[in-house]
DNA sequence: ATTAGGTTTTAGCTATGGCTAAATATTTAT
DNA sequence: ATAAATATTTAGCCATAGCTAAAACCTAAT
């Protein structure tokens, strides 16, 4: 089964969107991440489910399937491997490659992706550090790091908290530090370990060694 | 001014269908061409004479405009730099580029097409041997000769006719030469200047110092 | 338990770009 | 010059994928 161009962004950002947590997709973050208006969404999602790429019940939002999992990843393959592209044989900026690569990877070309991948070398990051998933799906999980582990001048993304109650997170909210934010360490206090890093190059905060203990990082 | 993809295609389809005679156009050849039936060619070449980018006159074929050339070359030389990525870069066979080719000149960008082709170090034909046209549309015409005057084992491609009479233009559709053919000189008899050539890769034909004299090769 | 507010779906419209079948125009052959 | 053949256009249909407005549904507060 071939999904159209519309169809591929569905499934990837349902993909994206969709939580560890069990609770579906809803149509009003699908409509609101993709800037269409809800009733276009439930439109695709109806159609969708028919096509058994996504389990639909009305109301409830969505889950994807198997067989739509496989969809997503390999447009995300695609999209990130031209990002690779873009950004190391053709110079674009991290921040310029998005629209590009949301047109590139709509090509369907097996051959060309199998091809683009062994030019670049077999990449397993993008350039926002995102994996690249395999030609079978499969995703290469990045160690991750207590951010107290790295090193100075080391830059890295945040991808999980140890700690997860709700009065460390709503700490972490009030100083701008998220789940996918990139950090860097600018400085590092040997004496009681507290550290200040630079968050998405704009801002600059400190953190105690327990702060710091209780976030992971992704190099 | 913005053309979709199915109206670049038809554009570029018009450009390369039209010929140095003044008639324009038929619906029934961009029909063939395109393999769409000749209903949906109609309906859109009305749409696109309302775009100004041909003059339509109904059951006369069309002439493609000087805005619609500037749309047709663009076209054309995302299609050819992609072609020569593809051969280059991606080591496809010069039979395989077509189809993905022809999915990748939709892509817009012009940072993106200008950074390929520096990357690729501003190539001016592709692997068939067709000129890229520059960013202003502009064409690097290649010099042509005379089939009489290329060497042994040379290769090169049929691109016009200097005696274009009926009875000239039968003789070579009936020996299987035409505009466009590929052609390799694999015999010179020296004694009364004719010569043997493979047209295509496929078929070998003889003919007379007169005839190769009037058949005019890009090399 | 009902209602208010937010979310989601349905119904019906638009545009694009195909199609078939029928009508019409042009060209060719008698 | 007219009839037959060919080419082209029109009319009306289908699918995709968006939209607005109205209806239906869910949830949370009274």
Redesign the interface.
Known sequence: MKLSFAEENYIKTIYQLTDAGKKGVSTNDISASMKLKPASVSDMLRKLGDKGVIDYRKYYGVHITEEGKKYALSTIRKQRLWEVF?VE????SWD?VV??AD??EH???T??IR??DE?LGFPKFDPHGDPIPDEYGDVRVRPRVSLNEIDLNATGQIVAVKDSSAAFLRYLDKVGAYIGARIKVIEKVEFDGSIEILIDNKKTIFMSKDVAGNILIMV
Request: proline letters at 0%.
């Open positions: 873009l044989k053709l110079r674009f310029e629209d590009v047109e590139l090509i369907q070309s051959v060309l091809r683009l030019y």
